[in-house]
């Protein structure tokens, strides 16, 4: 009796979290389901329109916005790799490898900070040091090869009454990557009421997430981040460990700590973990079953589990089940 008791207490405080950080509903609102997304915010010098979305979807697949005329941010976030690029560190403009692996950017509209130490505090600012670091843009350069080509000009004239610049480019970006969410999953037909939308072993698989695994503590419904940062005992034992947030915070207790990433579409996105270290989905659900490396600065939340394969396995079918039927078309480029 202890367990499914445990299980209801955890799904009650994740229910009280989730409801805590978003805006508290009108009196009578039907209660939002517990995978519910809300709609995506906002800030209020940039709201979501629908022609600033369709200009960031062509920027983000332009070349013509990197340094070498070689790159576009699709170049490393592809739609069927679940926005990710599917290589343990992808190379930037320069040649450079990236020391992170590329995470995936659906339902970034609804984290709070960006990046997997979580150094970029607006999605903006990480869309513009994406641009220059990982492209090598040049804003200046880009915007004034943009307006001298008619149909830009006019999508920018549409979208801000105001020709293309490093801060309506990088407006048009993000507005874009506030409508990159996963759409409805077969989890989320499941709670809706539809009969056999998952399988049996997926159902017992959330049952083990929010129970025995403890994994909803961290991987919190509806976007299955609690946008918080941990250590994991990923760096533990590397020669040259990543510091991860202790270089945006600078306290001890945040060294080798990165961000929960949400495990929405999570089985499309491998290799896993922000050094790459899973191959596959269920290697990374064993790491994290095992409570993970020993490390000083370990979160005491990562604790070994006792899941079974058997249980693993379920696991990884209830995650394969948040994968959202969410389409995608290369736009035409001007
Ligand atoms: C060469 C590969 C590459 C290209 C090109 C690239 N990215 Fe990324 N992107 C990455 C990597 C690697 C990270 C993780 C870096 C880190 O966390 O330190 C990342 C992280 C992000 C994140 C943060 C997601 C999160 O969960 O916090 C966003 C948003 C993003 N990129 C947007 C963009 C945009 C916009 C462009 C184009 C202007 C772009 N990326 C181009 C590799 C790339
Ligand atoms: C203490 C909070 C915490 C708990 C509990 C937790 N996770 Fe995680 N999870 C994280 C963090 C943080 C990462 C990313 C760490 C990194 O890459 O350094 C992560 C990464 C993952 C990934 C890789 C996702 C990706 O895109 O790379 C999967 C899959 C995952 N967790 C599943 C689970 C499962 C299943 C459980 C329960 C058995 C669980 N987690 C429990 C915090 C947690």
Request: aromatic share 8%; net charge positive; with cysteine.
């Amino acid at each position: 009796m202890r367990k499914p008791a445990v299980a209801a207490f955890i799904i009650a405080a994740a229910a009280v979290a989730v409801t805590a950080c978003t805006a508290p509903e009108p009196a009578g609102a039907p209660a939002r389901r517990m995978s519910e997304l809300p709609p995506p915010p906002a800030p209020a010098d940039n709201p979501i329109t629908a022609e600033k979305a369709a200009l960031g979807k062509l920027l983000f697949h332009d070349k013509r916005l990197s340094g070498n005329g070689q790159m576009a941010c699709q170049s490393c976030h592809y739609h069927h790799l679940g926005w990710a690029d599917a290589t343990r560190f992808s190379a930037m403009h320069n040649g450079n490898l990236n020391t992170r692996h590329t995470p995936t950017i659906y339902n970034v509209a609804y984290q709070t900070s960006w990046y997997w130490d979580g150094r970029a505090a607006t999605l903006e600012a990480n869309n513009l040091a994406a641009w220059r670091n990982q492209m090598g843009g040049d804003p200046a350069r880009v915007a004034a090869s943009l307006n001298a080509i008619p149909a830009y000009r006019e999508a920018f004239q549409k979208a801000f009454g105001a020709p293309a610049s490093q801060d309506t480019i990088v407006k048009a970006l993000a507005t874009y990557f506030r409508t990159l969410n996963t759409g409805e999953s077969a989890w989320d037909r499941h709670e809706m009421g539809r009969a056999n939308a998952v399988s049996r072993d997926a159902r017992e698989g959330f049952d083990l997430f929010a129970g025995k695994g403890r994994c909803i503590v961290c991987h919190t419904p509806p976007f299955y981040t609690n946008n918080e940062h941990y250590n994991i005992g990923l760096e533990a034992g590397k020669a040259k460990p990543d510091p991860g947030r202790f270089n945006v915070t600078r306290r001890v207790e945040d060294t080798g700590a990165f961000k929960t990433p949400t495990l929405r579409a999570v089985a499309r996105s491998a290799p896993y973990f922000h050094d790459a270290s899973a191959a596959t989905l269920e290697e990374a659900v064993r790491y994290m079953a095992g409570g993970g490396r020993a490390d000083p600065h370990k979160t005491p939340l990562m604790i070994p589990t006792g899941l079974t394969d058997a249980e693993i396995r379920k696991i990884v079918a209830f995650l394969e089940a948040l994968t959202g039927n969410d389409t995608y078309e290369a736009p035409r480029l001007p």
